[in-house]
């Protein structure tokens, strides 16, 4: 396959300048919060990075801005792979993708699902790049059978601090490999990588929608569940009492030709036609309060019809990509995400306490997200181990982040952790108690990178 730049799907972000290269925008995260001027600079290519590897004190590569808080800010120099996008090589016996690092996950489906092929892993979003993906060691729903994207990368080409561009694999460089994935683009700039797609019949999937009473019940049904591909909770974080953590559990399949309704039979494997609804403005803050929420989340848990469907996998994986910008139901002042996993013999307690403490601050969550990981996937600093991971958006306010580090108290003493990718808020003492990788993290880094080049606004709060 000869190298052609993929046709991504670029959402809304700072327009390219002819040159100079530089200049100053203004930055956030996906959630919005927190913002803050930057020195964008945007790389077409590997010669592009490393002049700006050179030409700057410090920097932070960026993918498309989908983690929720500061991990791709820098204020001295933020670089954008987003015109990085190249398909390189792809090998139809294996499966096997070389493509540049600012590739979207979406331009990987849309070219390689109609001949047979879809992502092994994939997050909640599809407008994420391969690069992004790979620094954050992206989990899916098929965490418990599948790991994490890092899992299935062969090999990748880092830009290091120096100038050098490194080949890392499981057999070569194994550390830098460990520590870039999962390592927020904190070991250097991703360029390439090279992963493994997986065969597939159909784009469809076979869906199974169960309501379960509270979260005792959700959690046995998971793990009844172990043998299905796909599981991902929605859970009504408002409701208490018996109902504490009653929720919608879905489970799924990748459709067999066979299975489709005679409509799909023709082309199986088509693209569902694509139609987005943009949310135009920014919701004012004021509607957002525990009773909007508390209705929305009763009606979610009534209306959803237990039973089997097949659905496109648009809907199945990436039902909010189907509302651009749905973040502005969050208001200007933006949202935070909170997720956390815990250990599989802490989960009940430790969620149970989760859901209590956050109905008593008064906070709720339109959505709210449960899922069931398989154990620890390789990288350093990777967040999924084996155990519950709850995932809940809040509004951006003083409220929530007095709220934030009772929470983090609660995940540490259950032997926890956060993700790195959502996180905007929690503290250097924290992180040391949440990633016992840390020092080898830290190893690696001052091994590959002793000036600290590559820093983002997350590293320094946390001292990475
Ligand atoms: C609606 C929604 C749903 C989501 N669902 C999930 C989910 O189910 N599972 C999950 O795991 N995550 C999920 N996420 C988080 C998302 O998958 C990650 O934050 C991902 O890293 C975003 O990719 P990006 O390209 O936008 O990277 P950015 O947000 O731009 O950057 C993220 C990190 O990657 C680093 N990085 C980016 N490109 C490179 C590069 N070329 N070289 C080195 N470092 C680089 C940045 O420095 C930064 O530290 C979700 C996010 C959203 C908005």
Same mark, same amino acid.
């Given at each position: 396959m000869s190298a052609v730049p993929s046709a991504a799907h670029r959402p809304a972000g700072p327009a390219t300048p002819a040159a100079p290269k530089a200049r100053a925008v203004e930055l956030s995260g996906w959630g919005r919060y927190p913002r803050g001027e930057c020195v964008f600079v945007e790389a077409r290519g590997a010669d592009d990075v490393l002049a700006a590897i050179a030409g700057n004190e410090t920097l932070i590569a960026r993918g498309n801005g989908r983690s929720y808080g500061d991990p791709a800010l820098n204020s001295a120099g933020t670089l954008s792979l987003l015109k990085s996008n190249r398909f390189i090589d792809f090998d139809p016996a294996s499966g096997m993708l070389t493509c540049e690092a600012g590739v979207l996950l979406e331009d990987v489906i849309d070219t390689f699902l109609p001949r047979g092929w879809f992502p092994p892993v994939t997050p909640g *979003?599809?407008?994420? *790049?391969i690069g992004g993906m790979i620094a954050s060691n992206v989990h899916g729903k098929n965490h418990h059978l599948a790991g994490s994207f890092g899992d299935h990368v062969d090999r990748i080409d880092l830009a290091l601090a120096d100038g050098r561009i490194v080949r890392c694999s499981r057999e070569e460089n194994e550390s830098l490999f460990a520590a870039t994935c999962g390592g927020m683009g904190l *070991?250097?700039?991703?360029l390439r990588a090279r992963f493994r797609l997986m065969p597939v019949e159909t784009s469809f999937i076979r869906r199974e929608t169960r309501r379960m009473r509270n979260l005792a019940a959700a959690m046995d049904a998971f793990e009844a569940a172990r043998d299905w591909t796909y599981s991902v909770a929605w859970i009504d974080c408002q409701a208490r009492g018996d109902?504490?953590?009653r929720s919608l559990l879905f489970l799924g399949e990748h459709a067999r030709a066979e299975e489709l309704p005679a409509a799909q039979c023709l082309s199986p494997r088509a693209l569902p036609r694509k139609h987005s609804r943009t949310v135009p403005v920014d919701v004012p803050g004021f509607v957002q309060n525990r009773w909007s929420i508390g209705a929305f989340n009763a009606l979610y848990y009534r209306v959803a019809r237990p039973g089997t469907d097949i659905l496109d996998y648009d809907r199945f994986f990436y039902p909010l990509d189907g509302i651009l910008e749905w973040r502005r139901l969050y208001g200007r002042a933006g949202l935070v995400q909170y997720q956390c996993v815990l250990p599989l013999a802490a989960s009940r307690a430790g969620l149970t306490l989760l859901l209590k403490r956050i109905g008593d601050a008064g906070l709720g969550s339109f959505l709210g997200v449960l899922k069931l990981f398989g154990g620890q996937t390789s990288g350093?600093?990777?967040?999924?181990?084996?155990g519950y991971t709850l995932a809940l958006d809040f509004p951006a306010s003083a409220k929530t982040l007095a709220l934030f580090p009772l929470l983090d108290a609660i995940v540490a003493d259950h032997g926890g952790r956060l993700y790195l990718a959502k996180d905007a808020a929690t503290s250097s003492a924290m992180m040391e108690r949440f990633y016992p990788g840390l020092a080898q993290f830290r190893a690696v880094r001052e091994r590959v990178d002793p000036a600290g080049k590559f820093v983002s606004r997350q590293s320094r709060r946390l001292g990475l």
């Open positions: *979003t599809k407008f994420v *790049t *070991t250097g700039v991703i109902a504490l953590g350093l600093l990777s967040f999924p181990m084996e």
